[in-house]
C-alpha cells in the first residue's frame, strides 16, 4: 500500500463508512467498495499495458467512477486526465493528441464523441465504455474481469504525475498543467483545514469534476480525510436547493464559483430551503459580486471566499469564517504552504492598497505545463514565482482583494479601470439578474465600457435609470458608454462567463451613449 494510497487507507480503517453518493442513481459507495473498485480498475489498466506516467483520460458528468480512475491510477502510477465535456471534438482531439493518451474512459452520452476522437486521434488505443443503465457495460465487464489481487503497484514520489488539467487559455490552443501528489496533498492541507474538513463533513459536488473546483474544493481533501462526497451529475439550482435542504443528506459543505450561488438565490425554492446545517459555503474562481454575499449572508450563510487557479492546487488564499463581514469581498490571506506577494510592472514589490499583479509560490504550485517549456518558462519568475495574470492589492492587515483578470482590465482615458467593480455596481439595481462589462475600443479615449445585462423575468430597466446608477456611484471614466440587452450570457461549465465571447458578439455600437469622460 503506498504511504498516500487514501482510498486503501480509509478501506482499512473505515470500510463501511460511505465515500460517495451519486444523487442521480442513488448509488451509494463504501471506501472497501471504493477501493476495490479502482483496484480492479487499475489491474484492468495494467493489462491494457498502461503503466507509470501513460495517461487516461475520461469523458463524463460527474460521477463515482472518475474518482475510481484517480485512484486506479495512483496505485499504479498512471496520469488522469479529465476531459471537459463542453468541448468540441476538434478541441477534444487537440488535447488528447497533446497529452498523447492512451486510454480513453467515456459516458454512454458521449459515445459519438468517443467514437469520432477514437478514429481521429492516433494515440488513443483502447476505448472503455460507462453506461449508468447498464450493469453489463464495459466498464462494469473490465472491473468485473480484472482480480484485484493481482495488481503490481508502483513506488511513487510526491512529486510524481498525478494529473493533467487542460486550462482553458483564451487564445490559442489549451495548456495542460501538470498536477503533482505533492500539489493535491497539500491543497488537502491548505483548504482542509480552515474550511474544518473531517470525517464527518459531507458535501455536495455540484462543480465540474473536469474542473479543478469539481475535483479539489474540496471533493479530494474529503476523500482525503475519510468524509463524503455528495455528486451531482451536473448543476441545477433547484435540485441543489433541495439537497442542500435535505436531512437525509446531512450535506455540511458547498462550494461554486459565484454564478451557481447567483442561480440558486434567484431561485423561488431559495427562500424557504433549510440552510441549517451548511457549516461552509465557500466561493472562488471569480470576483464575487457583493449583492451575492450579501443575499447568502442575509441567509445566515456567510459565503466563505478565497481565490485559486488550476496552477495552484487550486487553493492560494482564504478568508476565514471569522473575518467574513468584517472583510466582506475580501479572498483572505495565503493559506498555510503558500508565499503570496503583488508586484507592479517592474516587478517591485507594492505596499498596502496599491494594485498590481499577485505572483504566488510554494509547494502548491504546478512544475509546469505538459510539452509547453516556453510557456512554463514565460509563468515564471526566474526565482520561482508564478506570476497568476490576476489584479490584486492587499490590505494593511494582510489581506488580500482580487480586483479583476489583468486581461479584462482596460484603459480609458489613462485611467484603468475593473470590470468587476463596475459591475458590482450594476447588481444593486434589484432587476439586474446578470451583469458583465467589458472593454471596447473607442478613438477618443482609447477604450470604454460596454455593459451586457440581463433583466429579471416580468422587470423592465431603463438605459437612464442605469446611467443615473452609475453616476452616482462610479467616477466618470469608470461608467460604460454603451449598454446591451440580452436574454443570457455566455458561460464556461464552472459557470464563470466568457468575456472573450462577448467582446465578440458586443463591440462598439449603438446603445446608450454616457459619454462618460
Not at 476522437?117 to 480484472?146: F, K, M, N, P
Not at 517592474?346 to 509546469?368: K, M, Q, S, Y
Amino acid at each position: 500500500m503506498q504511504h498516500y494510497d487514501w482510498s486503501a487507507h480509509h478501506a482499512m480503517r473505515r470500510p463501511d463508512e460511505v465515500a460517495i453518493v451519486n444523487s442521480d442513481s442513488g448509488q451509494k459507495l463504501s471506501y472497501a467498495q471504493l477501493d476495490e473498485r479502482a483496484r480492479r480498475l487499475a489491474v484492468h489498466l495494467q493489462g491494457l499495458g498502461q503503466g507509470r506516467g501513460e495517461r487516461i483520460a475520461m469523458l463524463s458528468p460527474n460521477c463515482p467512477e472518475l474518482f475510481e480512475l484517480e485512484f486506479a491510477c495512483g496505485k499504479i502510477g498512471t496520469v488522469l486526465l479529465p476531459l471537459n465535456w463542453r468541448l468540441t471534438v476538434p478541441e477534444l482531439e487537440f488535447i488528447l493528441n497533446d497529452s498523447g493518451a492512451k486510454v480513453l474512459i467515456y459516458d454512454a452520452g458521449f459515445a459519438e464523441t468517443a467514437q469520432a476522437l477514437a478514429e481521429r486521434c492516433e494515440s488513443v488505443a483502447h476505448t472503455i465504455r460507462i453506461d449508468i443503465e447498464d450493469a453489463h457495460s464495459e466498464y462494469e465487464q473490465a472491473l468485473a474481469g480484472a482480480d484485484p489481487a493481482k495488481l503490481q503497484g508502483e513506488k511513487l514520489q510526491l512529486e510524481d504525475l498525478a494529473g493533467i488539467m487542460y486550462t482553458s487559455g483564451t487564445t490559442g490552443h489549451p495548456k495542460g498543467a501538470m498536477i503533482t501528489h505533492q500539489m493535491n496533498l497539500i491543497n488537502c492541507v491548505n483548504l482542509g483545514t480552515p474550511v474544518g474538513i473531517s470525517p464527518e463533513t459531507v458535501q455536495l459536488v455540484a462543480l465540474p469534476l473536469f474542473h479543478t473546483g469539481g475535483l479539489n474544493c474540496y471533493a479530494n481533501p474529503i476523500l482525503h480525510a475519510g468524509g463524503r462526497i455528495v455528486l451531482m451529475r451536473e448543476f441545477d439550482p433547484g435540485r441543489a436547493l433541495a439537497i442542500i435542504g435535505d436531512p437525509d443528506y446531512g450535506i455540511t459543505h458547498f462550494f461554486g464559483v459565484p454564478a451557481p450561488y447567483q442561480f440558486m438565490m434567484q431561485h423561488p425554492d431559495f427562500a424557504a430551503t433549510d440552510l441549517s446545517r451548511l457549516k461552509v459555503a465557500g466561493v472562488g474562481g471569480a470576483p464575487c459580486a457583493e449583492a451575492i454575499l450579501k443575499t447568502w449572508q442575509d441567509r445566515g450563510v456567510a459565503l466563505v471566499q478565497g481565490w485559486g487557479m488550476t496552477e495552484t492546487s487550486p487553493g492560494g488564499t482564504c478568508l476565514d469564517a471569522v473575518d467574513a463581514l468584517r472583510k466582506i469581498g475580501s479572498a483572505g490571506q495565503a493559506l498555510l504552504h503558500t508565499e503570496i506577494k503583488i508586484v507592479g510592472d517592474d516587478g517591485a514589490e507594492l505596499g498596502a492598497d496599491e494594485v498590481g499583479e499577485l505572483l504566488i509560490r510554494g509547494p502548491n504550485i504546478t512544475p509546469g505545463y505538459w510539452n509547453r517549456p516556453e510557456a512554463t518558462a514565460e509563468a515564471f519568475t526566474e526565482d520561482g514565482w508564478l506570476k497568476t495574470g490576476d489584479a490584486a492589492r492587499r490590505d494593511g492587515e494582510g489581506f488580500f482583494y482580487i480586483v479583476d483578470r489583468w486581461k479584462d482590465m482596460y484603459i480609458s482615458g489613462g485611467e484603468n479601470v475593473y470590470p468587476a467593480e463596475v459591475e458590482n455596481v450594476l447588481y444593486q439595481l434589484p432587476q439586474v439578474a446578470e451583469a458583465a462589462i467589458i472593454g471596447v475600443d473607442d478613438e477618443r479615449w482609447g477604450e470604454v465600457g460596454a455593459a451586457i445585462l440581463v433583466v429579471k423575468p416580468g422587470e423592465s430597466l431603463e438605459e437612464s435609470a442605469i446611467l443615473d446608477h452609475c453616476l452616482a456611484n462610479l467616477a466618470k471614466f469608470k461608467i460604460p458608454k454603451y449598454i446591451y440587452f440580452t436574454d443570457v450570457l455566455p458561460r464556461n461549465a464552472t459557470g464563470k462567463v466568457l468575456k472573450r465571447t462577448l467582446r465578440e458578439q458586443f463591440g462598439p455600437g449603438v446603445g446608450a451613449d454616457a459619454d462618460a469622460q
